[in-house]
């Protein structure tokens, strides 16, 4: 389930990146005539919003403090309410639901120009092209190599139509539709890729026109047969079509003066958008290093790591008494105050449990060799022991010198520990421990 949730929190993060770039394409670049820069720029910012989120930088933040006071907290899973959970599984449930469909609605798209293919009469040509003459009185259209247009207007043998869809292909834009059609079923929540989706189709366009007009064919004639296919439609969102798009975008682009140089400039608003977004997923790791050294009797300090937990360090005085009582131990948690706590510790007025089951002896009860860990709430006055063979069982993964741990905490002599550095960005906590060799 936590994955599920990771992956849940990734889509909404990438939805968002997509919004933005987006918004601020359809502000500063939309209306340019730099087709081929524009379709560039719209699928780079496809990818990068589903390739950001996924990188995350991380801050080093180091701590020294003395090695005999170092204790560390083995994370405990937070625990998720039934109602938690009820609302997770509606989320997800409705994502795949989406997401299946739009699916489902390519492939159909998808079967159905194959199938028109595969049925229709094919007339391959010099440069690979092959046509497909069908009966049907639609659009003609163009999907990777294949030119498909009905028996008439091959006839008529019109260049600006072979122009135009020869051009789709030789600009290979049914791999950009296959592209985006599989983002989309990522992100078919989000209407900024349907939006996107909708444009790109309509740069293709542009780039076909803009070809078939600089091979020498008069803009007018051309504009005159646009008007006449727009009643047919291809009907296949997978397939490019001669009759695509919005007739009157097509003609207001072909009558616009061509953009200036500076004005392809705005396109390299990408960057610092890329840099903005690497920033705000930044997560700073803390790294504690242990030095020689005696605290000060008084001093009370509280470091606390990426996981949560707080490592103390107590007084001279404090710190004898605590190990006098419970035992030469290599992990402790003070939860509220530690000075509060080492009152309870010196006192015995808890509640000792041993790896989840109360220990009616109390604290005697348990022998001081087999303590791996404890954990210490005041507000319920109760302790928590967890004994060494189970102290990292099924919560976290420890490295040795980057080599992975099996063996108890207790195994490694705390006055070789140069480092202790935990993580929890992963599926799993990660503790990595440098000794001396």
């Known amino acids: 389930m936590d994955e599920a949730m990771n992956f849940l929190v990734y889509e909404v993060k990438t939805a968002v990146i997509l919004a933005v770039f987006y918004m601020f394409w359809r502000l ?7 087709h081929r820069l524009n379709r560039i720029v ?16 991380t801050v080093h933040k180091v701590v020294e403090i003395p090695y005999f006071t170092v204790s560390e907290q083995t994370p405990v899973p937070a625990e998720t309410g039934e109602s938690g959970t009820f609302w997770q599984i509606v989320l997800l449930v409705a994502f795949a639901a989406g997401a299946v469909a739009v699916l489902v609605h390519t492939c159909i798209s998808l079967a159905a120009v194959v199938r028109i293919i595969s049925s229709g009469k094919k007339i391959r040509c010099e440069d ?62 989000n209407p900024a890729i349907w939006m996107l989706r909708y444009d790109l189709r309509e740069l293709h366009e542009y780039e076909a026109d803009d070809i078939v007009l600089k091979s020498g064919i008069d803009a007018k004639q051309y504009q005159y047969l646009l008007i006449r296919k727009t009643v047919g439609t291809s009907g296949h969102s997978i397939a490019n079509s001669f009759s695509h798009s919005t007739l009157k975008n097509r003609i207001t682009m072909m009558l616009r003066k061509k953009s200036t140089f500076r004005a392809a400039l705005k396109a390299l608003y990408v960057i610092p958008l890329a840099g903005i977004s690497l920033a705000v997923s930044a997560e700073t ?23 949560g937990a707080t490592i103390v360090i107590l007084g001279k005085d404090t710190l004898n008494l605590s190990k006098n009582i419970i035992g030469n131990i290599e992990n402790i948690r003070i939860s509220d105050s530690a000075i509060e706590d080492a009152k309870m510790i ?25 303590i791996g860990s404890i954990s210490i709430d005041s507000k319920s006055r109760r302790m928590d022991i967890t004994s060494k063979g189970k102290i990292l069982d099924g919560v976290a ?32 906590p990660r503790i990595d421990i440098t000794v001396e060799e």
């Open 28 to 34: 500063l670049l939309r209306n340019d005539t730099f």
């Open 42 to 57: 719209l699928l780079a910012i496809a990818v990068l919003s589903f390739v950001l989120p996924l990188c995350v930088i």
């Open 128 to 189: 690979g092209t092959v046509i497909v003459l069908t009966g049907k009185a639609e659009s003609p259209f163009s999907w990777m190599k294949y030119i498909v247009m009905n028996e008439r207007d091959y006839a008529e043998q019109r260049d600006e139509i072979f122009l135009h869809e020869k051009a789709h292909i030789s600009l290979h834009h049914s791999v950009d539709l296959l592209l985006v059609d599989f983002l989309t079923v990522l992100q078919w929540f």
């Open 397 to 428: 993964d420890v490295y040795l010198n980057g080599k992975k741990f099996s063996g108890p905490l207790s195994d490694i002599p705390t006055s070789a520990i140069m480092s202790i550095t935990v993580n929890k960005s992963g599926t799993r």
């Open 285 to 307: 790791r803390t790294d504690y290093k242990t030095v020689s050294g005696q605290p000060d009797s008084s001093a009370v300090t509280e470091h606390s790591d990426s996981l």
């Open 346 to 370: 010196s006192s015995g007025d808890f509640d000792v449990y041993l790896d989840g089951k109360l220990v009616e002896g109390g604290l005697n009860s348990v022998p001081k060799e087999d």
